[in-house]
């Protein structure tokens, strides 16, 4: 079939075959996104992300089932950088949402790190061009986690969700650093536990401190009873209109664009090298000198950059 | 005063400054670094790792104190990814390590985000050599959380310690699949709460299903009231026993060498990318025509790519 034809024609199974054919980078797959890129840009991205166990996956789930009340065509892609698996992997998480797999109008995917040669982010980029062209008018990027890759992914976000939970304990002292910049909106999930209104408390005196021109707001939630979720949505949409009153929602594209084209660069220049075997060659020799200490590797990188032909 | 003769004279001041200046990138970082390289290669390299939560920093505190009984002279960088302080963060973990930061014997430097323009593996790996020179025979690299950069972060190490505690509950599943392959010695810790031995079997029966050469083993322990540690650190020399005999150790620094120099000539080219003004202007021309739609990301790259000079 013809791939690009059918994802137009709002295909899920074009749109599942083409981002395999991304993460695989099967021959073909820039050609396709080279078209796909040109289609693209109408869906809204809403990352969610947070510590593991902080329910991200159930949130997901009612966020998503309240749009689907409002007729929106929505996509989910769950990345996973812990996880070397793919498309279908992140099970446990996933069989929770099997009622909405069997909603027509929600494609889910599960995204790791195997066959993702140019990086999980650069898959991600690709898999919401994909979906965007399918037709999904909200895609979820949903995370595990909250690294530093965590947040390279969240960046591909219009409105990132932070996911938090009561309790969190010292571990919140490491993840509040990491977390106010990439926060739009700040939902404490399993609020009914104990702690919740210290947590908030918490979470607003570091937003007191924060640059953020927009001070995001904290939101309480018992996502499995399904409290709180339509004020989230609420939230989220107040957000996307104060980025495209204020011009940032273009800004923000511009910024996120100028990255990708710097990451595709890179992967040129990565191919050259290794797909060359000459330079592959010195390469193993210049690694066997600086491990004998001969030689050390900034200089080693100088030599093998004279080699180089771009 | 000369920071490298001062290094070598196992002075704490000079080795502090000499990896501020490495993560600020100042002037003759590099200059430094390549002295540095020729005299490093000497100290063990132990990773800490595992999710929030699982007593990582305690662990290695005592693991720490068992070496000092042996006269080991120590290092210990924690890695945060998520946070953006740096050179004493983690305040909350290292405060518990009070004790410690007062032995003579022992090193202690928190790495967060800020400053490593070159990326916190890259300091990381920087930091290692320079404590190597130091006079540190062990050096553990302790990370917050278990995503992608943490994994990037403890290819550093020689020996790799995944810290996990019971009752991770579905969290286990995500956190499972990424660890794998890079946990050398698994520890349990907080093994006198419910559901140890449990995590215990689960952790075994995955293990069952790796393909790694040598079976990690799983120990038990308690860390806070010093349970198992004697254990944990004979199973660390055993891995490097393991790794000696084999050749793998040498093996390994092979290949982390190899990636080391990719990794620097990648920030060669970003540098030649980033501080050429033509190019720049011409990167934020192709910008706005990729978000226009006018072209894609791929030609844009091609485009850019004809005028950089290496």
């Known amino acids: 079939m013809d791939l690009l034809q059918e994802l137009k024609k709002h295909n899920k199974r074009a749109a599942a075959k083409l981002i395999t054919m991304v993460e695989n980078r099967n021959p073909g797959y820039q050609e396709a996104l080279k078209d796909i890129h040109k289609l693209s840009g109408n869906a809204y991205v809403v990352g969610i992300t947070g510590p593991p166990g902080a329910g991200k996956s159930t949130l997901t789930d009612k966020l998503v089932k309240e749009l689907r009340k409002k007729g929106k065509q929505i996509a989910i892609i769950a990345v996973d950088p812990t996880s070397p698996f ?169 910024e996120s664009t100028k990255e990708e084209i710097v990451e595709i660069i890179k992967g040129y220049i990565l191919d050259k090298i290794f797909n060359n075997q000459h330079i592959n060659e010195e390469l193993n020799q210049l690694t066997k000198d600086v491990v004998e200490r001969n030689v050390d590797p900034y200089t080693a990188g100088d030599l093998l950059l004279k080699n180089i032909k771009l």
């Open 86 to 254: 793919t498309g279908g992997s992140i099970l446990g998480d996933r069989i929770r949402m099997n009622d909405l797999s069997l909603d027509a109008g929600v494609f889910i995917r599960s995204m790791g790190t195997r066959g993702h040669l140019g990086g999980l982010s650069e898959s991600t980029k690709a898999a919401i061009k994909i979906l965007d062209v399918y037709g999904a008018e909200y895609i979820f990027v949903e995370t595990v986690g909250v690294g530093q890759s965590e947040v390279e992914i969240v960046k591909n976000a219009d409105t990132t969700v932070m996911v938090l939970v009561p309790g969190l304990g010292d571990d919140i002292q490491a993840i509040k650093a990491g977390i106010m910049e990439i926060g739009d909106v700040f939902v404490i999930n399993k609020a009914d536990r104990e702690g919740a209104n210290r947590t908030k408390a918490e979470i607003e005196m570091m937003l007191d401190f924060s640059n953020k021109e927009k001070r995001p707001s904290v939101q309480m939630a018992v996502a499995v009873d399904n409290k709180g979720i339509i004020e989230i949505i609420d939230e989220i949409e107040k957000h996307k209109e104060y980025l495209i009153d204020t011009n940032k929602f273009h800004h923000n594209r511009i």
